[in-house]
């Protein structure tokens, strides 16, 4: 496995690769790496000739200098778990090497980006599309891997394909969770015992509310107002939002028979750390 910090030395190494026709899969990483990075990570391995990893916490997508600062960053264990995972490349680029100039760009992702992540995380989603067309210009992927547990930014990321006419396949890979349930997410390396604890709520409240008690019976408002009202009950968990959304248009459902593809995201504060999972429902 190498490791690649500069944009010229990863593109000498990529344009060999080609050369051998060898098919190039993306798996961007903001690092922390756990099972669910792995999981996209093996995914990819297993579909591509080529697998490059970036790990490159994203200034541009931070709308809270806090929550910048507190992203865990641990290069040399994740190193240590992609070289086990079978990755070819990994690119930890600096800053400045990825934004030699500001990224002045803006992108417009209309109903898509003014709900949830969007509304709650103003420019979020616009410093991912940054990111994240640099890195598919950088390293022309033929795939690139996501994961569900980001339902928002998948939608995004798609969109932005679609309008910039990239030529790369966008994969989807299921959440992976703890045995408890939990989603695996670098932010739960900063839960404390008690908030580790009660963050276990989250993900049962949420398959509670796809059980035939309460999901068939309720229309999606009144689903709402239930998993509000189980997870505040606990006392560190302070729900952000949630919505009950179509899975293609992220747009609110009033009826359950809205859309064929009905989808509960949530955003919850456990302590000062912000949690995200959704469901299918
Ligand atoms: O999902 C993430 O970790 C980040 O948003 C991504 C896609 C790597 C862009 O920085």
Redesign the pocket.
């Known amino acids: 496995m190498k490791i690649i910090e500069k944009v010229a030395d990863l593109q000498g190494v990529l344009a060999r690769a080609r050369q051998s026709h060898k098919s190039l899969g993306l798996v961007?990483?903001?690092g922390a790496l756990h099972d669910g990075h792995i999981a996209l990570v093996k995914r990819a391995v297993a579909e591509n000739g080529v697998t490059v990893v970036s790990v490159?916490v994203?200034p541009t997508?931070f709308n809270d200098k806090n929550d910048l600062c507190n992203y865990p960053r641990t290069p040399e264990a994740d190193c240590q778990l992609l070289e086990k995972a079978g990755a070819t490349i990994v690119f930890m680029p600096s800053v400045e090497e990825v934004y030699p100039e500001p990224d002045t760009r803006q992108f417009a992702f209309g109903a898509l980006e003014s709900v949830m992540e969007g509304a709650f995380r103003p420019g979020h989603f616009n410093g991912?599309a940054q990111?994240?067309s640099r890195l598919f210009d950088i390293v022309k992927p033929d795939r690139a891997y996501?994961g569900e547990k980001?339902f928002q930014?998948l939608a995004i990321i798609r969109e932005m394909v679609k309008q910039l006419h990239l030529d790369v396949t966008i994969e989807a890979c299921p959440i992976v969770r703890e045995a408890d349930g939990l989603a695996k997410s670098s932010r739960n390396t900063r839960l404390n015992a008690t908030q580790r604890q009660a963050a276990v709520n989250i993900s049962r409240v949420l398959k509670e509310s796809a059980g035939v008690r309460v999901a068939p019976a309720m229309p999606p408002a009144m689903t709402i107002e239930w998993v509000v009202a189980q997870i505040n009950a606990v006392p560190e968990l302070q729900v952000e939002y949630f919505s009950i959304v179509d899975g293609h248009t992220l747009q609110p459902i009033q009826k359950w028979d809205d859309t064929t593809f009905p989808v509960g995201c949530i955003a919850v504060f456990d302590g000062d750390v912000r949690l995200i999972d959704n469901i299918f429902y």
């Open positions: 961007p990483t903001m490159f994203n997508q991912v990111i994240v996501f980001d930014q």
